[in-house]
């Protein structure tokens, strides 16, 4: 089968096919039969070699964009501006750079495409915390959940709800009749001014000078807390104080008490743990006591604080144990601060609670440097209150003297707080501080209230921590910073009005109430007091119950037939005072030896 070429139509003109073909350009079987005619050829594109001439004339090396091309450059038909596509184009067309344009470095596609090129140890760092973090979640939940277990079966929770279950400080008797219950919201909306400054009656007792070299101490030169065996801590209640015994019968006042129950009363709002007062009511007396082995005598722990602490005896960081490393270092530290050089501030009278004749009480050799001032405050028209107000210390700057009391923070784990004393006190005290407000509220407002009776001048707070976590017997003296009480009163918003509002509230109550003994205890559960009525002998006879030793024995059996105690009221007089004087043989019982 061949190939018809057809017919060749022939210029004699010149170059190309002619104008008017003489024949059709495809034979009829290939056209279908028909051809249209006259059609002009049009290239598909400029480059297109397909019915032009090659134009040997042309400037190869000028045209050519590459050496090696420059061979094909005349027949480049994309330059020959005669060309038909050439003359449709538009005369603004001018070439740009065809690249992308650059990313710009900063902006959201940015930030989003960096996070995959984190490095690798960085990574590992984020990871590391978040575990960290779901393990703390983990452990605060397993502590909740079996907080709240324990509370099903018996006594509820605190108010702060995440809290263990505490135990109210005095077994409620079935034949005590509770009087009435008094909300810590009432007592917040109270306010009662007293004269200020009030009446000294009395000053007892000596004091040893402030060592100014404890200013000076920091966490890079701590001072190791010292044990001192040959002074004793006097804890006597309001009724066993001779002093008050005999202001109270030369009817010096109605109501009697000290610094440590009126600071317990004044700052109750504050308070989560339980505590009681006793109150007697002798004629038109009121004296608010505290029982022996009372929870005012204990320095309570992280009891405002959100983190629980574990509630099994034997661990160091229990709630009784650390109560009980927090009374023992207070006492060390408000001792060993001093210039124990035998150089004393003496007073009107000697200390009430040391015999002169045996040299100390309750054996001790050498009585820790205290002063009891008794001050009078005025409540009404013809109620007076006395308390008797401890003062630590006196310092002598530049020939005027100053009252002082002293008083320690502990710190005892770190990973309770989260603040590490030995890094933050020297940058960031502030900090610190405010930790121990939020965890120790009640502890810090009391011992403020304490000084703002005791009319002292400046307040003295030592930051003292444990050697090692795990070691509750020692510890070392990071810092000590002094405030002014009130100042500092202000500074924890303590307002001083609303103290008293509680106390005149609490007096005006009891005084309507007949003669007898009452007890009002904080209740463990709620932000609420209550009063209830007791016997006549109630909590005089109390007792603990393990067997004493036998050498223990013999001497309660020999102090019960030596001495009385309790308030005696002379009846046949009908004025109601007491009369009746313990002695100080049973003040001396009290004494505790550090």
């Known amino acids: 089968m061949g190939f018809d070429v057809g017919v060749v139509p022939f210029n004699p003109d010149g170059w190309g096919p002619p104008d008017t073909p003489a024949a059709p350009l495809l034979p009829p079987r290939l056209s279908g039969g028909s051809h249209p005619a006259n059609i002009p050829f049009a290239p598909f594109s400029r480059s297109e070699k397909l019915g032009r001439i090659a134009d040997w004339t042309r400037n190869a090396s000028a045209n050519a964009p590459h050496p090696s091309n420059s061979r094909d450059a005349v027949f480049d038909f994309a330059l020959d501006d005669t060309s038909a596509l050439a003359a449709d184009d538009d005369s603004s067309f ?8 650059p990313r710009p470095k900063f902006g959201p596609r940015w930030r989003f495409n960096q996070r995959p090129q984190l490095p690798q140890r960085r990574d590992e760092e984020v990871e590391a915390r978040r575990r960290e973090a779901e393990k703390d979640r983990a452990r605060r939940d397993r502590m909740y959940h079996l907080h709240r277990s324990n509370n099903a079966g018996g006594q509820a929770g605190s108010s702060r709800g995440s809290g263990p279950a505490f135990k109210s400080s005095v077994d409620i008797q079935p034949e005590w009749t509770m009087l009435d219950q008094i909300p810590f919201s009432t007592f917040t909306k109270l306010s009662f001014s007293v004269p200020d400054p009030p009446e000294d009656l009395l000053v007892c007792g000596s004091l040893e000078f402030y060592d100014r070299v404890y200013d000076r101490v920091n966490p890079k030169n701590e001072k190791r807390l010292e044990r001192f065996k040959a002074r004793s801590a006097v804890r006597v209640t309001t009724t066993d104080d001779p002093v008050i015994r005999r202001l109270a019968a030369a009817d010096k006042a109605t109501v009697f008490a000290t610094d440590a129950i009126l600071s317990a009363l004044m700052c109750a709002p504050r308070s989560v743990h339980s505590w009681d007062i006793v109150i007697q009511r002798v004629g038109n007396k009121l004296f608010l006591d505290k029982r022996d082995r009372s929870q005012i005598d204990m320095l309570p722990v992280n009891e405002t604080a959100q983190e629980p602490l ?12 650390l109560s009980e490393e927090a009374t023992e270092i207070n006492q060390k530290f408000a001792q ?50 006395v308390a008797r107000c401890e003062v630590h210390a006196v310092s002598d700057v530049k020939g005027q003297r100053s009252f002082m009391t002293l008083n320690a923070l502990n710190e005892f784990d770190p990973k309770y707080t989260g603040v590490d004393w030995r890094q933050k006190l020297e940058t960031q005290r502030g900090a610190v501080l405010a930790t121990e407000l939020k965890n120790n509220a009640n502890k810090l407002a009391r011992w403020t209230a304490q000084a703002l009776l005791s009319g002292a001048d400046i307040m003295k707070l030592g930051y003292v921590s444990r050697v090692h976590p795990r070691d509750r017997h020692n510890h070392v003296i990071l810092s000590v910073i002094g405030y002014k009480p009130r100042d500092f009163a202000a500074q924890i918003n303590l307002n001083t009005a609303n103290m008293w509002g509680i106390v005149k509230s609490i007096v005006d109550l009891c005084m309507k109430l007949g003669e007898g003994k009452y007890v009002l205890v904080k209740d463990p559960a709620k932000p609420q007091v209550r009063i209830y009525e007791v016997a006549p002998d109630a909590f005089e006879n109390d007792y603990v119950e393990e067997p004493l030793p036998e050498e223990e024995q013999v001497q309660v059996r020999l102090a019960d037939k030596d001495g009385e105690s309790g308030l005696v009221a002379d009846a046949e007089a009908g004025d109601g005072v007491a009369t009746g004087v313990a002695g100080v043989d049973e003040a001396e019982s009290n004494a505790v030896t550090v």
């Open 94 to 101: 001018r070439l740009v750079d065809a690249r992308p344009p």
């Open 310 to 321: 574990p509630d099994s005896k034997d661990d160091i960081n229990s709630p009784q144990s």
């Open 336 to 385: 060993q601060v001093l210039v124990r050089d035998g150089n004393k501030v003496t007073f009107d009278e000697p200390n009430p609670f040391v015999n002169s004749g045996e040299g100390s009480a309750a054996g001790v050799d050498e009585q820790g440097s205290i002063a009891y001032r008794y001050r009078r405050w005025r409540l009404d028209g013809d109620t007076y209150l």
